[in-house]
């Protein structure tokens, strides 16, 4: 087998290969995508290549599963964590990755199949629109307000619509608001288009549907879920996914003092957003996150409350990903209300 430690950059890969049949060791630097792909074609299965988790790869990927190559993804921060020495060049970073191939050290991940990703590119590119959405709407609220109005959700109403059209502006306002309008009817029509879709990516996923049975999480929650999360049982609690989202506090504990700061914010950031937004939803219809969100709220303050209760609304989810459980059933096996926890594991509820 020949085993390659590959460092991988945009317009350049530095590898390091080992053949183990010879035990030879060779550095060459390929330019994309020619060169790379020219090397890798002249190779004879197998071949394994190991490289840190980055972007700007699928094209790598899937040159590597078109020849039967395996890849490996590790954590970069794992990788970078385990070298000693303070001298960092693409050579060494080769060499390094080679080496934690070869000892069985290297850090290995998980890493979602193209279409999962794919399908994750339909969720971003909603996610952008509506911000476009609701940035064009600000602008026009803000010439609306310039102008003595101050309707506020009503602006958008169809008597609201109106008297904004209305409005008299000079010239070059005027032709500003028609454009703002324009971009917002076109927005409005893909944001459709495009929930539509994730109605038909979450019927598709039985897991998504039962999770959407959650109060406060929609199909776009869901769905990113599913294909954030991944297997379920790769994790092994509730507190791995908080960890996995980045939703639990910076710890520097050391001689017996704990010292905890803010959420460390690791993970996906786009499904830290909506688990934050779906769990002010879900406090408002879930009588436990209610009362848990008033609690902290009052004791702390509401941004704490809010990162709290998206946390444990994350939990929630994971169980009913592992268990394949529903809500009800989530509430009838599950959740025990008490001071400061509201969900506790008990057996699984029979059908």
Not at 146 to 173: C, F, I, M, T
Not at 213 to 232: E, F, I, N, R, S
Not at 261 to 274: D, E, M, P, T, V
């Amino acid at each position: 087998m020949l085993i390659i430690g590959c460092d991988f950059h945009p317009g350049f890969q530095q590898v390091a290969i080992f053949d183990n049949r010879t035990g030879e060791i060779q550095e060459k630097r390929l330019q994309h995508r020619d060169e790379a792909e020219g090397f890798y074609r002249s190779l004879s299965s197998p071949v394994r290549v190991g490289m840190e988790a980055c972007g700007h790869y699928p094209w790598f990927e899937r040159l590597l599963e078109e020849l039967g190559f395996e890849l490996w993804m590790g954590d970069a921060a794992a990788v970078r964590a385990s070298v000693v020495r303070k001298q960092k060049t693409d050579r060494r970073d080769a060499e390094h990755i080679l080496h934690l191939l070869i000892e069985n050290r290297f850090p290995k991940i998980w890493v979602p199949s193209l279409e999962v990703r794919d399908v994750r590119q339909l969720l971003v590119h909603r996610h952008k629109q509506v911000q476009a959405r609701t940035r064009t709407k600000n602008q026009l609220q803000a010439m609306a307000l310039s102008q003595g109005v101050q309707k506020k959700w009503k602006l958008w109403s169809k008597a609201g619509r109106a008297e904004l059209e209305q409005l008299p502006l000079l010239p070059y306002a005027a032709e500003r608001r028609k454009r703002l309008l324009e971009t917002l009817d076109q927005l409005e029509a893909e944001i459709d288009e495009l929930n539509r879709r994730v109605e038909e990516e979450v019927r598709k996923r039985p897991e998504a549907v039962r999770l959407r049975t959650h109060p406060g999480v929609g199909p776009v929650t869901a769905l990113a879920m599913v294909l954030t999360l991944g297997p379920a049982e790769r994790f092994a609690s509730g507190k791995d996914v908080g960890s996995y989202f980045g939703l639990i506090p910076k710890e520097d504990s050391s001689g017996g003092k704990q010292r905890l700061g803010r959420i460390s914010k690791q993970g996906s950031s786009f499904l830290r957003f909506l688990l934050v937004e779906a769990g002010q939803s879900a406090a408002r219809y879930d009588p436990q996150l209610k009362r848990f969100y008033r609690r902290l709220a009052t004791r702390k303050n509401r941004g704490v409350a809010k990162v709290a209760v998206a946390r444990k609304l994350a939990t929630r989810l994971y169980l009913m990903l592992r268990e394949q459980w529903t809500y009800p059933q989530l509430c009838q096996a599950v959740m025990q209300v008490s001071p400061s926890h509201s969900v506790v594991e008990h057996p699984k509820p029979t059908a």
